[in-house]
């Protein structure tokens, strides 16, 4: 493996071990930017699939291998839909920020009660 792809690998690793590690936070904010940080990183994996740079595929001439653009129209649709997500993300968190006054999640007390074990089984 040359230089540049590891440190492509190494970048990837980085970018997705940070977005889960905020997606685990409590803020919304948080949880935002952590998902913009997963979505980086898997565009980063769809150009590193794509291999090495190659002749355009719409000519057909020219030396060497031709360039695969699949993995291009890949990485273009998931900045889109990273784009789309994000954005009703931001304005969930906005909303919840305007009715709670805070972008923190809260605590489900019926979860809680039910992670104890504190529930009656009614069969």
């Not at 979505?39 to 699939?49: D, K």
């Not at 740079?53 to 990485?75: K, V």
Request: hydrophobic share 55%.
């Amino acid at each position: 493996m040359n230089e540049p792809a590891l440190v492509l690998v190494v970048l990837v690793a980085v970018l997705f071990a940070a977005g889960f590690d905020l997606l685990m936070e409590r803020s919304l904010i948080r949880v935002v930017v952590g998902f913009m940080l997963l979505g980086h990183g898997a565009n980063l994996i769809l150009l590193l699939a794509g291999g090495a740079a190659g002749t355009p595929p719409i000519l057909g001439e020219g030396e060497g291998p031709s360039a695969d653009p699949l993995p291009q129209a890949m990485a273009l649709t998931a900045i889109v839909i990273t784009f789309g997500v994000t954005a009703f993300l931001l304005a969930l968190a906005y909303r919840s920020r305007l009715l709670l006054g805070a972008d923190e999640v809260m605590d489900d007390v019926e979860d809680r009660r039910i992670c104890a074990g504190k529930i009656k089984d009614d069969r």
